[in-house]
């Protein structure tokens, strides 16, 4: 301890800049929590697929010269755990900077913690309204998804304006992210259509089937399942038990073509033809995008990289999407990099990230925490999402 302490004084008498954590003159270290295993395993993708990115930049030579290492531990979307796990990456792996961490709870959790040692929190996945709104309280967290408010509100005026007879049922997570969703469907409902019912479940629930039988028994004839993917499944396969077929929308944090595909051979292709949702990302499975260099690109990282993927788990593209963005920060942030670089450039981006929609940006400011502000909606067909309609705002 002496020693460290000494050689901090000489640093400061000698005008050096002392050290930032996680940066080598070879390497720059981000850490993360990911579900690995556990109710939310499906987003373990998120994880793999951003450190594929990240092998191919080093591949390309890195950022200024130094190649990322992303050490993405397993929280199995435990909030305790998440919280130990961000302990670690910061004071035993000494991480730059806490990046792409999965879950909405984990996120607001482990808030406190980084922005009083002013440890960046970047492009976490979670729209929720807290981290971008809190942003003067809590200026080194910010999301990357859109607005689940504003994804609620998506839904709402889109039935207000095609389905306003509708008896509407809600399927929510207890948690900000299912009340974000569910605030923002009754803003944009206004006085059209009628929740009849909402439901709402645990993380820690093991089925919903009972949920699902008094949404049914309320007579709804649309359901709005706000899950994530494994509770998702479940409301179309218990939806498809009791005999209910309703108009479906589904979050976007559960629409990866490979879930939708267990749901489907898991129920039949009527329960889920047609169901509705957001996108901004290109759907690296669907032939709309077989020729597109970014898609291109992907599978051919994925074969490098990761050769034990599905191409079809788009949770691994949006991996790449939001490691794209993390990329362009480091960049941006320049050669002498430190947190306060990091958290500087974040919060001055203009970004055409090639991995997202045409007409999606990444735009963000001191004053402005929602990176992503445009989706596209999407209906299911067949086995793939077809967009339709023009960009949609999800707020402001």
Known sequence: MISHLAAAAVALALGVPAATPGVTATTITLGGTVPLTGPAAAYGSVGRGADAYFKYVNSKGGVYGRKIVYKYEDDEF??????????????????????????????????????????????????????????????????????????????????????????????????????????????????????????????????????????????????????????????????????????????????????????????????????ISIAFVKDPTSSQWARDKTVQLYKTILRRFLPSAKPDDVFNYYGMAVAYTMVDTLRKAGRNLTRDSVLRAATHLDETNPFLLPGVRIQTSPNDYYPMDKVRLARYHGMHWQFFGNLVKTHG
């Open 78 to 275: 435990d909030v305790a755990k998440t919280i130990s796990l961000t302990r670690q990456l910061v004071e035993q792996d000494n991480v730059l900077a806490i990046f792409n961490s999965v879950g909405t709870e984990h996120a607001l959790a482990i808030r406190p913690y980084l922005n009083d040692r002013k440890v960046p929190q970047l492009f976490v996945g979670s729209g929720v309204s807290k981290l971008a709104t809190d942003h003067k309280k809590y200026p080194w967290s910010m999301g990357y998804l859109p607005s689940f408010a504003g994804e609620g509100t998506i839904y709402g005026r889109y039935v207000a304006v095609h389905q306003p007879t509708a008896r509407i049922a809600v399927l929510y997570e207890n948690s900000d992210f299912g009340k974000d969703m569910l605030a923002g469907l009754r803003r944009g409902l206004g006085a059209k259509a009628k929740i009849v019912a909402t439901q709402a479940y645990e993380v820690e629930d093991n089925d919903v089937s009972s949920q699902l039988a008094k949404l049914k028994s309320s007579g709804a004839d649309t359901l709005m399942l706000f899950a994530t993917p494994k509770f998702a499944i479940l409301g179309y396969v218990d939806s498809f038990r009791v005999g209910w077929h309703p108009r479906t929308y589904i979050t976007s944090v559960s629409i990866s073509p490979d879930i939708m595909n267990i749901a489907r051979t898991s129920t039949s292709q009527k329960q889920v033809e047609g169901s």
